[in-house]
């Protein structure tokens, strides 16, 4: 059972992200993922409004007449959220975390996912599978979803992407959406485990970003604790040193923009602590400029 402040934090979440989903982002996620998984249906003859690229060519020849493939879309998609939950997520202020700001974007995507009637589940990761929850729909088990990332204390510090992608690989059996939400820091980014997933599932990453991981301002000197080694850096508070490490910032994050382009992930990055919705919605917008190109 959650203590008071966990089920006042749960309710709270979920009067937000209930109203922008009613208001905004249902409509958005509808027109960004329905008619995504496709399955067939019948053939039946072909008529002038078809397109000839729908044609079935081997029952064409059986019939002696042109007949099309038909499709329906399918009821619902499943939907999986993949979390980092490993010791990094827990930089920065308590509500304004990489982990708080996990909680909500999560709690936007299951609701906006439950609203269009499709199935949600979870996958807790560190440098171990922590927690999966098999996709469900309706309001009871999206709260289990949320309680479960607000409650949640990992067992593990270190992350290993790797096998929290190949585990999101197994899990989904047939074609549908994974978001994966995490800082994306990995000592090794597993680009062919990422590249493999996309080929079956929609892979979108949400990238956590702390203030400080844009843009090291600090001006004095400090011994840095990394969060899941327990390894010390010295910064010495020099510009030259600071010029330094935000240098090596923005090419780690470049590197993570080319590594998910290449693989064909849609990346957004989120500042955490960080109004969730602006990017989220930026991102819908920006895909359904694309799909729509395509049709």
């Not at 399918?74 to 920065?92: M, T």
């Not at 508070?237 to 923005?250: F, Q």
């Not at 955490?272 to 190109?293: Q, Y």
């Amino acid at each position: 059972m959650l203590d008071p402040e966990l089920s006042k934090q749960l309710r709270l979440l979920e009067i937000r992200t209930d109203r922008i989903v009613e208001e905004i982002t249902a409509g958005a996620y509808r027109s960004v993922f329905r008619g995504r998984g496709i399955e067939f249906d019948e053939v039946r003859e072909y008529t002038l409004e078809d397109d000839v690229r729908g044609i079935d060519w081997n029952v064409s020849a059986r019939m002696n007449a042109p007949y099309v493939k038909k499709y329906v879309e399918e009821r619902e998609l499943s939907v999986l959220l993949a979390v980092d939950v490993s010791a990094s997520g827990a930089f920065g202020a308590a509500e304004k975390s990489k982990r708080r700001t996990a909680s909500e974007l999560a709690a936007l995507l299951a609701f906006s996912a439950g609203k269009n009637g499709d199935k949600v589940g979870l996958l807790m990761f560190s440098d171990k599978i922590e927690l999966y929850v098999p996709p469900r729909s309706g309001r009871i088990h999206t709260l289990r979803l949320i309680r479960e990332m607000l409650a949640f204390k990992p067992q593990s510090t270190g992350t290993d992407l790797a096998l929290a992608l190949r585990e999101a690989s197994s899990l989904m059996k047939k074609r549908g959406i994974v978001f994966l939400l995490s800082d994306l820091l990995s000592e090794n980014f597993p680009l062919l485990e990422l590249k493999l997933l996309s080929r079956k599932q929609d892979v979108i990453a949400l990238k956590l970003i702390d203030p400080v991981e844009k843009e090291w301002s600090v001006s004095v000197s400090a011994v840095l604790e990394d969060a899941e080694s327990g390894e010390n850096v010295i910064f010495n508070g020099s510009s030259t040193a600071r010029n330094a490490v935000n240098g090596r910032l923005e090419e780690l994050h470049e590197k993570h923009r080319q590594f998910c382009k290449s693989a064909k992930v849609d990346l957004i990055e989120i500042g955490s602590g960080e109004d969730v919705l602006k990017p989220v919605i930026s991102f819908f917008n920006r895909r359904k400029k694309r799909i729509s190109r395509r049709s």
